[in-house]
């Protein structure tokens, strides 16, 4: 499961009311919540959140906050 899917599950979002809100496909919600290869676009990220009455900025730091910079020479 992604980090997507786990943020569904702990919200108990049904993905079908997903799908139908934002026009996406349950198949491509299904692949962005179970397969970890696929990779979620800016605008699909911004119409989940939206249908399942979040902040995308939440949402974003949800699925994305543990990523780091790398350092620079030091």
Do not use: W
């Amino acid at each position: 499961m992604t980090a997507l899917g786990e943020f569904l599950a702990k919200r108990s979002v049904n993905k079908s009311m997903v799908a139908r809100r934002t026009g996406l496909s349950k198949a491509r919600i299904n692949e962005l919540s179970l397969n970890t290869s696929s990779h979620l676009r800016a605008e699909e990220l911004y119409l989940i959140a939206k249908a399942i009455d979040a902040d995308p900025c939440e949402v974003l730091n949800k699925l994305y906050g543990h990523l780091q910079l790398v350092s620079e020479g030091g």
